[in-house]
């Protein structure tokens, strides 16, 4: 019994044991077979999320942002000196002999340049060899290599800027094709010399980095593919770590499966991550291309590619801005490995690692260099766009910009400000600036400045900084009494004035050298930007009429009616004060300002335009005899410097303007192609040492002066006359009198009497009455 | 009685071509309030994009005037605002026709848009044609935009100021916008104003 209860127990425990064994065993099949279907339900979802995302829209694109197209024809006013710093812009390599497009050549009077070419959304501009001929700062004549003549062509837009997504990725989408072969086959030749032979993964590669690993005790180099490299970029985080590890391999091989090897490496060419400028991260090789050579990857030459090739493994360690030297090795390391696999020949290898890096500076890249007038142009822009289109549909955004404009308005700005520290010592602490400059006849804004720093994306001083106009509003004044029947020469009183409020607080204006100066024509009143001459006759016309004449204007901001108004109290930004100026250069035509011509989706098709508008809201005689007086104001009055500097012949107009206690210096004015405003300061409001004319003018006449200007000339519309004037005593004179000027008149507004030229009346009974006039006038 | 839109661009594309005619054989009489004076010699005109203004040459500011005159005291300074009555078209600019011809070929196809595109690159290249303007105008009028038809056709206006032919096909063009929008008396208002010149 005892023997069969042994075996019996035994069996039990021998049934026993098993049973815990068997409960384990099939546990662990269980969670096996589990962990298999849930290994292959993740399968099958990352392989759906994989397709998703890889088919789908791939990457958020910014919104690209364009300068004008600079247009080339006979005539054109363009000195070659602007011309190059359009084709540094546009990173032109400037040679001897131009082989290619982005190339041009110059001699003293000619350039040769082959262009790039350019889908425009009206059409296409193709790359071909141009001969420029100047002469006088003009291009004198365009024609094609072999002599024939071309009328009109646009070089292609510099790009500017670009509307990001949060994640501050940048990139410009290239095709394979796009691709030169030589960045290909570095590509691969340092990355993943078995690119075409693998799955997905190199087990050969994989245990080539075990052994480097191994032997140098920690992790330092993984044995991705290009594939897993791609799978790390576009699905998962950087993390360094064994899930990710884990998780890259099924997902490369998964990849593979699905899709071509060219696939695979155009994904990679435009998702990689090549280098960083502040917050924003700098990926795929076009936008790469432009960002360390400032050309297009398809002009790239062997030695170029093999240093972004070699900048993959550690766009910071190898930043060849940074670390020229490292970069250098890392280089020549690559086109050894092109070298040794036979890719390349021993010539090109020689010459190629004889190649200096040539990465342009940071300073010479024009996108992003323009941060004040991007601001606009994306105000302008989310008035009919949301976010999430600006930074990823890729939009095309053509605008008005004016690189050489703007860079020399940049110039002028930067060095006037430094020499007026200068000159004022300490008096001026941290002087600021900022500037807008349009095209008077289209209203197109072609320059803007926010800040001495121009590259800074800080407070934008031409849109958003609000201060005191000073005397920039006397134009409004003095349009006022023109409409009201004043003539240029009615007498205004500039004797000491004083009002008292309602609310009895007293306003006593004063000139700005505490002096008065009686009876004064009001052509010499505006002239000399005499105060109590101005408040007076603002007082007498009416506030009411004088802010109906500023919203003529466009000015829209609201303005309280107080009686400083008329002296400048009220607070406008400097691209305010340019559409104000702008109505006034364009003879009372009103027109918005324009920074944007045309918004494109990314194939090019129009989305929306803003075409040329106006509306007359001043008589052209009118605005005639203003712009005389303005005239006047920059030959004979405040802005009279100007022609220490200018040729006589641009005939100018403007004013300048100085807040209370001199805490703004101002200057608006216009040639015939260029309104320029100018506005000097301090963001803590403090007094200057400067007026509108030793301060803001200084800067204007400065930019002027690089510019290529225009005379500005308003042809004398039918309801003004010219008369010779004497100017002691206002009657008619004739041209070749001692103190005659001719002055325009509304048609039979002008006096009736005349004196003769040694300065006696004709008829002394007479001046009396004549005087009694101009004063009711 | 209401005109068709094709009249109007038969009758507009007729003197859109006959201005462009004129625009080149027009003789322009340059006007300026300094040549009066038999003791000036007429200066020499600065021509530039169209515009042309004449400088006072410096002989004619006399001692006495500068000493009395604070116009006068600038060394390079002349002795006044120059404003000339007339400013001459724009000297026929090759670029500027081709970008005519587009724009004419645009509108004949009917895309009025990129008839519209075409006419403001011209514009930048020439903001003081009058043609730039009066084809311009003809697009919105086409296009029954009549307020700003009528705007762009007043810009034209105020560019051709001294030029009788101009104008007068400029205010004709004005009347037959304001036909168009049914302002009757606007439109006689500006059709004598054409018949003036």
């Known amino acids: 019994m005892a023997t069969t209860k042994k075996p019996t127990r035994s069996r039990k425990a021998k049934k026993t044991a098993p049973t815990i064994k068997q409960k384990l065993l099939t546990l662990s099949y269980k969670l096996f077979f589990a962990m298999i279907v849930l290994f292959g339900i993740a399968l099958v979802f990352i392989d759906i999320h994989i397709r998703q995302q890889f088919e789908g829209k791939r990457w958020a694109v910014p919104a690209k942002v364009y300068a004008r197209p600079l247009e080339l024809y006979a005539g054109l006013p363009l000195s070659l000196g602007d011309l190059k710093i359009e084709l540094r812009g546009l990173g032109y390599q400037f040679v001897s002999k131009v082989t290619q497009p982005g190339q041009a050549e110059f001699s003293t009077t000619k350039a040769i340049i082959y262009s790039r070419g350019f889908n425009f959304p009206d059409g296409n501009e193709h790359a071909q060899q141009l001969v420029l001929d100047f002469s006088n700062e003009k291009l004198t004549n365009i024609s094609t290599y072999q002599g024939n003549p071309i009328p009109l062509v646009r070089l292609e837009p510099i790009l500017v800027g670009g509307i990001y997504p949060l994640n501050n990725e940048d990139r410009d989408l290239i095709q394979l094709q796009d691709a030169p072969q030589g960045l290909l086959d570095a590509l691969i030749a340092i990355e993943d010399r078995d690119y075409y032979q693998h799955f997905g993964i190199s087990p050969k590669g994989i245990a080539r980095a075990m052994w480097i690993n191994i032997k140098a005790g920690s992790f330092v180099q993984g044995g991705s593919t290009l594939t897993q490299q791609l799978i790390k970029n576009f699905y998962l985080n950087s993390d360094r770590n064994l899930a990710r590890k884990l998780m890259e391999i099924p997902m490369a091989m998964l990849l593979e499966l699905h899709y071509s090897k060219d696939e695979i490496l155009e994904a990679y060419l435009n998702e990689i991550y090549v280098g960083q400028e502040g917050a924003r991260a700098i990926h795929g090789f076009g936008l790469a291309s432009n960002y360390y050579f400032a050309q297009p990857i398809q002009e790239l030459k062997l030695h170029q590619v093999a240093l972004l090739a070699g900048l993959v493994k550690g766009p910071s360690y190898y930043d060849p801005r940074r670390h020229p030297e490292r970069s250098k090795r890392r280089r020549d390391l690559v086109l050894k490995v092109l070298n040794e696999q036979k890719s390349i020949t021993d010539a090109q290898y020689k010459q190629a690692i004889a190649m200096p890096l040539g990465i342009v500076k940071r300073a010479s890249l024009l996108k992003g260099a323009y941060p004040a007038y991007l601001d606009l142009v994306k105000r302008q822009l989310r008035q009919t766009y949301r976010d999430q289109d600006l930074n990823s549909e890729g939009l095309r955004v053509f605008t008005s910009l004016n690189p050489i404009a703007q860079n020399k308005a940049e110039t002028a700005l930067v060095n006037t400000i430094s020499k007026l520290e200068k000159r004022h010592g300490g008096k001026i602490k941290k002087l600021q600036g900022s500037m807008v400059v349009t095209e008077p006849q289209t209203g197109e804004v072609i320059a803007i400045i926010g800040g001495r720093q121009t590259r800074y994306q800080g407070f934008n001083r031409a849109l958003d900084a609000v201060r005191p106009i000073g005397s920039l509003v006397k134009p409004a004044v003095y349009l006022t009494a023109i409409e009201q029947g004043y003539t240029l020469i009615s007498e205004v009183d500039d004797s000491p004035y004083t009002l008292t409020m309602k609310d009895g607080q007293v306003w006593s204006p004063e000139n700005f050298n505490h002096q008065s100066h009686g009876m004064v024509p009001l052509h010499q009143a505006i002239a000399h930007s005499y105060n109590l001459a101005t408040a007076r006759l603002g007082m007498d016309l009416g506030l009411e009429k004088v802010i109906n004449t500023l919203q003529r204007l466009g000015v829209t901001r609201p303005i309280d009616a107080f009686p400083s108004l008329l002296l400048g109290a009220q607070g406008l930004s400097p691209i305010e004060v340019a559409t104000m100026y702008q109505t006034i250069a364009a003879n009372g035509f009103q027109m918005p300002l324009r920074s944007i011509r045309m918004v494109t989706d990314n194939a090019g098709q129009e989305l929306s335009s803003y075409p040329f508008q106006l509306k007359q809201t001043v008589s052209s005689n009118s605005i005639h005899l203003l712009q005389y007086m303005m005239q006047e104001t920059a030959r004979s009055g405040t802005a009279r410097s100007i022609y220490h500097h200018l040729p006589s012949s641009i005939n100018a107009a403007g004013k300048t303007g100085t807040s209370d206690q001199q805490r703004d210096s101002w200057f608006a004015g216009f040639t015939g192609n260029r309104l320029a405003i100018v506005w000097l300061g301090q963001d803590d409001n403090a007094s200057l040492p400067l007026t509108g004319s030793s301060g803001a003018l200084q800067a204007w006449i400065d930019y002027m002066a690089t510019e290529t200007l225009e005379p500005f000339v308003s042809a004398s519309p039918e309801g003004i006359e010219y008369l010779w004037i004497d100017q002691q005593s206002g009657q008619l004179s004739a041209d070749h009198c001692t103190g005659a000027q001719q002055i325009p008149f509304l048609l039979g507004t002008g006096p009736t009497l005349a004196v003769d030229c040694v300065g006696q009346y004709n008829d002394p009974v007479s001046k009396s009455i004549n005087w009694v006039k101009q004063l009711f006038r | ?197």
């Open chain 2, 1 to 197: 009685m209401k005109l068709t839109t094709n009249t109007y661009r038969i009758a507009v594309l007729t003197v859109v071509l006959a201005m462009a005619g004129c625009s080149s054989t027009l003789v322009v009489p340059t006007e300026d309030r300094n040549s009066t004076s038999p003791r000036v010699e007429q200066a020499k005109p600065v021509v530039n994009d169209g515009a042309i203004a004449i400088p006072l040459p410096e002989e004619t500011v006399n001692q006495s005037q500068q000493s009395t005159a604070p116009l006068m005291t600038e060394p390079n300074a002349i002795s006044v605002p120059m404003s000339p009555s007339v400013i001459k078209p724009a000297q026929q600019n090759t670029a500027l026709v081709a970008l005519l011809n587009e724009a004419n070929s645009y509108s004949q196809q009917g895309d009025l848009r990129s008839a519209q595109t075409s006419l403001q690159r011209a514009q930048r290249i020439a903001p003081r044609d009058p043609q730039v303007y009066y084809a311009l105008a003809n697009t919105h009028l086409t296009l029954q935009d009549y307020g700003l038809a009528e705007q762009v056709a007043l810009k034209g206006v105020s560019i051709v100021q001294g030029q009788p032919d101009q104008l007068n096909q400029f205010w004709n063009l004005i009347a037959f916008i304001r036909e168009a929008a049914g302002n009757t008396s606007g439109a006689k208002q500006a059709r004598e104003t054409a018949s003036r010149y």
